[in-house]
């Protein structure tokens, strides 16, 4: 007997289902299952902190799938210190490291602060996305009192909370001093800021600004001491603390985190339970984007891909197909895969209307249930018209700039894309203005890589010394029939492998006239650099 269907077959339905599961058995309140993703402020956001709120959001709309409510809360650290000046952007903000990035004028001038500037990119990403949220400042959360009792609790507790971080991760810094930073009313920085003694009774931590290593460098304290007001936003928490002090507060049951931050979780989830008494959210772990150096993205050493430059050569909805596709594993990341994730969208959207079979009763549901949560459950009512992402830059590449979109409408027309008639719709112009970017910035149209057996590579030598001196389409398309056959190779998979390498799927317009349409020295380099020739 086959395993039921859990809601669109995914892993987030999975998940959505376990995690209402420990909640009945926890005989919690099951009016408002809330997720949370963490908000950074500090530096320009990347894909990877986009993929917080995608993944979270995934099982806010999974658990409401299960006739529950669920809203995601996205949670912005905007009390949080700058530690270093992110790559790329002015030296002039080395005089304000050390102070709360929400007290640093913004260096570009169009917002509050440099921390509004940062975080409001990535909320404009959401929404771009179709995540929807409900923003909170954690600035105003400390301001506002609404953490207040828990902060108390652990600053009256604050002995425990140093002897769990001296246990989870040998770090002796919390038995000597408070988890806490108060802001120094004299100098303004948060992290040089040492708080020695909580007043219970005035609800004050006092502190002398002595100066601390942030980002490698040692900032200077200005040697104030003074008193800070806990129940004020005069301070915050250290992360030793925070996350508790939030998943409590604001009754989270849900957050998905990064490797990178796996010992903080795991000493929270502890004071959470032991100091606060209250069982913290389910959490699944996610590894981190690296670039193709094999380097974490990261805004402070500058290999940041942006959410907003992904959107400049592919579609929020590819973009939440590779948030979404897989939770685990270390993935590497850089622009030139944008073109994989626009073609997987479309064979994603060709198994959700039925245009491509899935024999698999729970592959099935797990393709279009990932389609639908690319698309924030708001999927299209009939499928867009699919052009391969490399066909079409090479389109637009070719295309006279004059009459642009006529030359690009009959080509797809005699490639079989457009029906004799049809004209371009809203869809398929976003898509030629992704391919316009792409060859306007990148120049050259990158072939896929493929695995390509040792006969293939052969077949592949023999069809570039014809290209050479070939210049008919039919001899052309001959040519790379009767080569498959010679090499003993089914002449269908030969296609499909030539298809793969030059346009990214595996069938496209008939290929003689399209090689000499590409150019055929183009394709020859296409091809040697697919098969490393």
């Avoid at 007290?103 to 409001?120: K, N, Q, R, T, V």
């Avoid at 400042?137 to 140093?162: P, Q, W």
């Avoid at 996350?243 to 929270?268: C, M, T």
Wanted: some cysteine; proline content about 4%.
């Amino acid at each position: 007997m086959s395993e039921k269907i859990i809601g669109r077959g995914t892993w987030y339905d999975k998940m959505a289902a376990k995690i209402i599961e420990r909640e009945q058995k926890l005989d919690r309140n099951l009016d408002m299952i809330r997720t949370e993703m963490g908000l950074g402020a500090s530096g320009l956001p990347h894909v990877g902190n986009l993929g917080d709120a995608a993944r979270s959001y995934a099982v806010t709309l999974a658990i409401r799938g299960q006739d529950n409510n669920s809203e995601l809360i996205a949670f912005c650290d905007d009390m949080d210190g700058l530690r270093k000046v992110p790559a790329g952007l002015p030296k002039s903000l080395e005089k304000h490291l050390g102070f709360p990035v929400t007290a640093i004028p913004d260096p570009f001038g169009c917002h509050e602060s440099y921390g509004l500037h940062m975080s409001s990119l990535l909320l404009e990403s959401l929404t771009k996305c179709g995540i929807e949220y409900k923003y909170m400042s954690g600035k105003d959360a400390y301001e506002t009192g609404l953490l207040n009792e828990e902060i108390r609790t652990l600053l009256l507790n604050a002995k425990r909370v140093g002897e769990i971080v001296k246990e989870e991760v040998g770090q002796e810094r919390y038995v000597e001093v408070l988890p806490y930073f108060p802001v120094c009313k004299n100098c303004g920085r948060i992290y040089t800021t040492k708080a020695t003694e909580f007043l219970a009774g005035e609800n004050k931590a006092l502190y002398v600004c002595e100066g601390m290593e942030i980002g490698g460098r040692w900032i200077g304290g200005c040697g104030h001491k003074g008193e800070a007001d806990v129940t004020k936003g005069e301070g915050k928490l250290s992360w030793k603390g925070e996350f508790a002090v939030r998943w409590k507060a604001l009754d989270i049951r849900f957050e998905a985190y990064g490797k990178d931050i796996e010992d903080s979780v795991r000493i929270n989830d502890r004071i959470c339970r032991e100091i606060l008494r209250y069982e913290p959210p389910m959490h699944a772990r996610y590894e981190m984007f690296l670039d193709k150096t094999g380097k974490k993205i990261s805004s402070s050493v500058g290999n940041v891909l942006t959410p907003q430059v992904w959107f400049c050569y592919g579609s929020p909805q590819s973009l939440l197909l590779l948030m979404l596709k897989r939770f685990v594993g270390t993935r590497t990341l850089d622009t030139t895969d944008i073109p994989f994730y626009m073609n997987e969208l479309d064979h994603l959207e060709d198994v959700y209307f039925g245009k491509k079979m899935v024999k698999d009763k729970r592959e099935l549901a797990k393709l279009r249930g990932l389609y639908e949560y690319c698309w924030s459950l708001k999927s299209p009512e009939e499928p867009s018209i699919h052009v391969p992402y490399n066909l079409l830059a090479f389109l637009v590449k070719m295309a006279p700039k004059e009459h642009e979109e006529e030359f690009i409408t009959e080509k797809l027309r005699n490639y079989g894309y457009l029906q004799k008639d049809q004209m371009f719709d809203e869809d398929l112009k976003k898509r030629v203005g992704y391919a316009f970017n792409w060859v306007r910035d990148f120049e050259e149209i990158k072939e896929t890589a493929i695995s390509i057996t040792a006969e293939e590579k052969d077949a592949l030598k023999e069809l570039i010394e014809v290209l050479k001196v070939e210049n008919e389409a039919e001899k052309i398309q001959n040519a790379v029939f009767n080569t498959a056959k010679k090499h003993n190779l089914q002449p269908a998979k030969f296609f499909k492998t030539l298809y793969i390498i030059l346009i990214g799927v595996p069938r496209g317009p008939r290929l003689g006239p399209y090689i000499l349409a590409m150019g055929k020295q183009n394709v020859i380099n296409a091809v040697q650099k697919a098969s490393n020739m």
